[in-house]
């Protein structure tokens, strides 16, 4: 099996990955987040796996490379993460009763042939209506400063939410593994008709 690396320092990716019981490392990509004028969001979190998976690539010229990126929007705006305790609140406060959309893309490319596959994956919430006491105790709780859209669906965040839509909850996390298995296959790494003995995850 060729070596997997994970383009990615996000502790929430390591340990999607970590799901499929595949040998992999990681390594911290270089991508410039901003977006470009008029781009759209499923747009944006496209070129920013599929960026974040060739920033690496130089370094492991014969691993399969996985980037990941995820862009949260309400209604036109694009939600990005908080950051601080304030922001976070004022996320939340925008999002009270409403929907949020995630895109999260997932690139996989080869070091070796250069062949590149990249598909975004959407996922939606509707959220409770949510008084400011609520939004600050889950604040000060869980603090999702890191967290695109300010919560952790796989944590307390869960309570705040009304509804969720979409075909694979962990798009929602940070990185689609239904489409990922998917993408490994067509490489030739079929998860469970190998004998993967556990994962390496280099700190």
């Excluded at 609520?134 to 999702?144: D, G, L």
């Excluded at 909850?169 to 469970?192: C, D, F, K």
């Amino acid at each position: 099996m060729k070596k997997l690396i994970l383009a990615s320092s996000s502790p929430f990716r390591r340990e999607l990955l970590s799901r499929l019981g595949l040998p992999f490392d990681w390594a911290s990509p270089q991508a410039d987040e901003a977006p470009h004028p008029d781009e759209h969001p499923q747009q944006l979190a496209m070129r920013l796996a599929q960026t974040k998976a060739q920033s690496v690539a130089g370094d492991y010229p014969n691993a399969l490379i996985i980037g990941s990126d995820q862009v949260a929007v309400i209604g036109d705006e694009m939600i990005g993460k908080p950051g601080s305790y304030k922001k976070a609140v004022d996320i939340l406060s925008m999002a009270s009763g409403q929907v949020m959309k995630f895109y999260t893309a997932v690139c996989v490319l080869n070091g070796t042939t250069g062949k590149t596959q990249l598909d975004v994956v959407p996922f939606s919430v509707r959220f409770r209506q949510l008084d400011n006491k609520a939004i600050t105790n889950y604040v000060s709780r869980e603090q999702p400063y890191n967290c695109a859209g300010a919560f952790k669906s796989e944590g307390l965040g869960i309570v705040l939410l009304e509804s969720m839509h979409g075909d694979d909850p962990t798009a929602l996390i940070g990185l689609p593994l239904i489409r990922l298995t998917q993408m490994l296959e067509q490489e030739g790494i079929s998860i469970l008709q190998g004998d993967y003995q556990g994962q390496t995850v280099i700190e």
